[in-house]
């Protein structure tokens, strides 16, 4: 990774340190190093600091600064040698990145020597030793951090975080993007004991929040159902044909889009390439498209995939989009949204669809039928995971009925309006982390 950042003066320093008279919260991704997964997706320290914005984490900022809540983003890298601080400058929010510890750096490099990191167990370890402690406090000292908010809490790094918190005598709350499986038997006996003296949980979806209740005995205060939030007052449809324009898709073509991170058994890619041909063999006579944006991991496999499969009626943007009025023209050029996941936390792109007036086809996933309440009432068509057939049958019914899929459009974009806001899930969470200043 290329670090094309400058160390703060002095005086910038002290500017990007958190004033103490408004509400602070240190907002921890785990994603092991920042690295870890920037680099697979190309974005560096400088690209992140001046052009990525959406997604869980920035959606997260922007709804708490909106409530009057600051928010301090933490990292750890093996890639800094000191403590670098930024300001992100589409959100404005203070950006930390802390080095990884000695001992980690040790445990990392001996691992990978040794060919066993991708072990479970010693992907457990990594990521309770990735955290650098005496770091850490200075900074959420410096920057008048009042709670931590982390990712997930099926990660060992939220169990150091917790007992952190309680030598800090600081609240310490997570929320679910999806870390719902524990990497090794190794955390077994530790997570419900984490779980227990966590402040609060923050879960979009009610399935698991019963997955949780049940699991570990946890009592209902401690769970509060929050919706990841979405900015719908920003987005709106783009002009279909100059969109189409842009991507040389014709107008008369019927097009489904799928966004996100190229990771073929989460994502559900494989499903979704199976279904996309057999819609292709059932609507003969139609022109269809296949829009399939982002980049990661799986892209060799995802484009062997596509080869052997022999599908031709697919347009695939491989890069990993951070300019989102971008994304919006690629959605906008679409009839239809579609999620094929095997598993997510609470999904974002669904509702970035919806505010783009798109019907939306998803997988069973959680926080679907959160999202699409009422089913094809709220915009949505919901199959079961893994199944290519319903999944093409549900695409299918949307890709040669125009009429259905602007009602469901137009029902998603009154769901999206209604539920996840800026403004009031913004307001959920500063309610439910600072309960004593609620009223205030």
């Given at each position: 990774?290329?670090?094309?950042?400058?160390?703060?003066?002095?005086?910038?320093?002290?500017?990007?340190?958190?004033?103490?008279?408004?509400?602070?919260?240190?907002?921890?991704?785990?994603?092991?190093?920042?690295?870890?997964?920037?680099?697979?997706?190309?974005?560096?320290?400088?690209?992140?600091?001046?052009?990525?914005?959406?997604?869980?984490?920035?959606?997260?900022?922007?709804?708490?600064?909106?409530?009057?809540?600051?928010?301090?983003?933490?990292?750890?890298?093996?890639?800094?040698?000191?403590?670098?601080?930024?300001?992100?400058?589409?959100?404005?929010?203070?950006?930390?990145?802390?080095?990884?510890?000695?001992?980690?750096?040790?445990?990392?490099?001996?691992?990978?020597?040794?060919?066993?990191?991708?072990?479970?167990?010693?992907?457990?370890?990594?990521?309770?030793?990735?955290?650098?402690?005496?770091?850490?406090?200075?900074?959420?000292?410096?920057?008048?951090?009042?709670?931590?908010?982390?990712?997930?809490?099926?990660?060992?790094?939220?169990?150091?975080?917790?007992?952190?918190?309680?030598?800090?005598?600081?609240?310490v709350f997570a929320s679910f993007q999806g870390g719902c499986s524990q990497r090794s038997r190794f955390e077994r006996p530790i997570r419900p004991f984490t779980l227990r003296a966590s402040t609060g949980l923050i879960i979009g979806s009610k399935t698991e929040i019963q997955r949780v209740s049940d699991r570990y005995q946890l009592p209902s205060q401690k769970l509060m159902q929050i919706f990841n939030p979405m900015d719908v007052t920003t987005w709106h449809p783009m002009d279909r044909k100059q969109a189409r324009k842009m991507l040389g898709i014709s107008d008369h073509a019927r097009v489904a889009i799928s966004h996100g991170r190229i990771d073929i058994i989460h994502k559900g890619l494989d499903i979704l390439l199976e279904a996309w041909k057999q819609i292709c063999s059932e609507l003969p006579n139609q022109e269809l498209c296949l829009l399939l944006v982002g980049s990661g991991s799986?892209?060799?496999?995802?484009?062997?995939?596509?080869?052997?499969?022999?599908?031709?009626?697919?347009?695939?943007?491989?890069?990993?989009?951070?300019?989102?009025?971008?994304?919006?023209?690629?959605?906008?050029?679409?009839?239809?949204?579609?999620?094929?996941?095997?598993?997510?936390?609470?999904?974002?792109?669904?509702?970035?669809?919806?505010?783009?007036?798109?019907?939306?086809?998803?997988?069973?996933?959680?926080?679907?039928?959160?999202?699409?309440?009422?089913?094809?009432?709220?915009?949505?068509?919901?199959?079961?995971?893994?199944?290519?057939?319903?999944?093409?049958?549900?695409?299918?019914?949307?890709?040669?009925?125009?009429?259905?899929?602007?009602?469901?459009?137009?029902?998603?974009?009154?769901?999206?309006?209604?539920?996840?806001?800026?403004?009031?899930?913004?307001?959920?969470?500063?309610?439910?982390?600072?309960?004593?200043?609620?009223?205030?």
């Amino acid at each position: 990774m290329n670090i094309l950042l400058t160390s703060p003066s002095s005086d910038e320093s002290q500017t990007l340190k958190s004033t103490h008279s408004q509400l602070t919260i240190a907002l921890m991704p785990c994603d092991g190093l920042f690295e870890d997964f920037f680099d697979t997706v190309g974005v560096s320290f400088d690209i992140f600091r001046t052009e990525l914005t959406g997604g869980w984490m920035f959606n997260y900022i922007e709804a708490l600064q909106l409530v009057g809540v600051q928010v301090v983003l933490i990292f750890i890298s093996s890639h800094v040698s000191e403590t670098w601080r930024f300001r992100h400058e589409p959100t404005g929010a203070t950006v930390c990145i802390l080095p990884d510890s000695i001992l980690h750096r040790a445990f990392r490099y001996s691992t990978y020597r040794m060919g066993v990191a991708k072990k479970g167990v010693i992907k457990s370890l990594d990521s309770y030793l990735v955290l650098p402690l005496v770091l850490l406090a200075s900074e959420l000292k410096q920057q008048g951090v009042d709670a931590i908010l982390f990712q997930d809490y099926e990660n060992p790094s939220f169990d150091v975080c917790v007992l952190f918190g309680k030598l800090m005598q600081m609240p310490v709350f997570a929320s679910f993007q999806g870390g719902c499986s524990q990497r090794s038997r190794f955390e077994r006996p530790i997570r419900p004991f984490t779980l227990r003296a966590s402040t609060g949980l923050i879960i979009g979806s009610k399935t698991e929040i019963q997955r949780v209740s049940d699991r570990y005995q946890l009592p209902s205060q401690k769970l509060m159902q929050i919706f990841n939030p979405m900015d719908v007052t920003t987005w709106h449809p783009m002009d279909r044909k100059q969109a189409r324009k842009m991507l040389g898709i014709s107008d008369h073509a019927r097009v489904a889009i799928s966004h996100g991170r190229i990771d073929i058994i989460h994502k559900g890619l494989d499903i979704l390439l199976e279904a996309w041909k057999q819609i292709c063999s059932e609507l003969p006579n139609q022109e269809l498209c296949l829009l399939l944006v982002g980049s990661g991991s799986d892209v060799q496999e995802l484009d062997q995939c596509i080869a052997s499969m022999q599908i031709t009626n697919i347009l695939w943007v491989n890069e990993y989009i951070r300019d989102r009025t971008l994304l919006w023209q690629y959605i906008s050029a679409a009839d239809v949204y579609v999620l094929s996941s095997r598993y997510e936390g609470f999904p974002v792109a669904p509702i970035e669809a919806m505010t783009c007036k798109l019907p939306v086809v998803a997988t069973d996933v959680n926080g679907i039928r959160d999202i699409f309440n009422e089913g094809e009432a709220s915009g949505g068509i919901i199959v079961p995971c893994e199944d290519a057939t319903a999944l093409a049958a549900a695409l299918g019914r949307i890709l040669d009925d125009t009429s259905l899929g602007h009602e469901l459009g137009k029902r998603g974009r009154h769901r999206a309006e209604q539920a996840f806001s800026f403004e009031a899930i913004g307001k959920q969470m500063r309610n439910f982390i600072f309960k004593n200043e609620a009223d205030k």
